[in-house]
């Protein structure tokens, strides 16, 4: 199975102020076809978790502009350019390159 | 706009089976174009995909779960359905069925996801 790292597992944010959470597997994602398959996923308190990223760095329909995906084989990085309160939530990546499908950890985001 | 929503028995006893189903409503199961997938999430711990299936083809099962798991389409219903076998506390969570597009040489993300249905197992 792909193993999927993410850090840090908690991170108090400031509203305004940007973020940053790192995802790493210890495979690498990156497919033949040129697509890194890695999706980012907000878990907000109370509802489903929602697709933010997929294929590493295209945003999902609907999603804020400050989300991004970045990164490419074992390292990615989603950042939110400035942290609004709605925000808060676990986020976690999935990698999708190949079964079992597997997420990391998650990281618990909140507001300061 | 496709709509999932999961429903089932919201208790199960141990060693008893689960079962649930995700009704699809705004778009048709029968197509080749999307993975439907059952995900959970158990109390205290994060996301675990279960498995996935797509219409008239493949079913892919999470190795943890492969003994006691099936994953079937009801095309007459437009529903997809989750058995597990055999459950223990283990498999207290909040299930989740979602959707996951594909198409020739690209796989998306799970773009579509149901409200999720709490099963608590206990006696």
């Known amino acids: 199975d792909i193993v999927m790292t993410q850090s840090p597992p908690s991170l108090p944010v400031t509203p305004g102020e940007p973020a940053s959470i790192s995802c790493r597997s210890n495979q690498s994602l990156l497919h033949s076809n040129g697509n890194n398959y890695l999706d980012w996923y907000l878990h907000k308190p109370g509802q489903s978790p929602h697709l933010l990223i997929y294929l590493g760095s295209s945003r999902a329909p609907g999603v804020p502009d400050r989300f991004s995906g970045s990164g490419s084989g074992t390292d990615f990085t989603l950042k939110i350019s400035r942290v609004e309160a709605e925000d808060v939530g676990v986020y976690y990546c999935?990698?999708?390159?190949?079964?079992?499908?597997?997420f990391g950890g998650g990281t618990n985001v909140e507001i300061k | 706009q496709v709509h999932l929503q999961e429903s089932g028995p919201g208790l199960v006893k141990p060693s008893e089976t689960l079962s649930l189903t995700c009704s699809v409503s705004?778009?048709?199961?029968?197509?080749?174009?999307?993975?439907w997938g059952w995900i959970r999430r158990s109390p205290g711990k994060g996301l675990e995909w279960i498995g996935s299936i797509v219409y008239r083809a493949n079913t892919y099962y999470h190795p943890s779960f492969k003994s006691r798991v099936t994953i079937a389409v009801d095309t007459s219903k437009n529903q997809v359905s989750l058995n597990l076998t055999s459950v223990t506390a283990a498999d207290t969570a909040i299930y989740y069925c979602?959707?996951?597009?594909?198409?020739?040489?690209?796989?998306?993300?799970?773009?579509?996801w149901g409200q999720g249905a709490k099963v608590t197992v206990s006696s």
């Open positions: 705004g778009g048709s199961i029968k197509t080749t174009n999307y993975f």
């Open positions: 979602a959707r996951r597009g594909r198409a020739i040489n690209v796989i998306y993300g799970f773009e579509v």
């Open positions: 999935m990698q999708g390159l190949q079964t079992p499908l597997t």
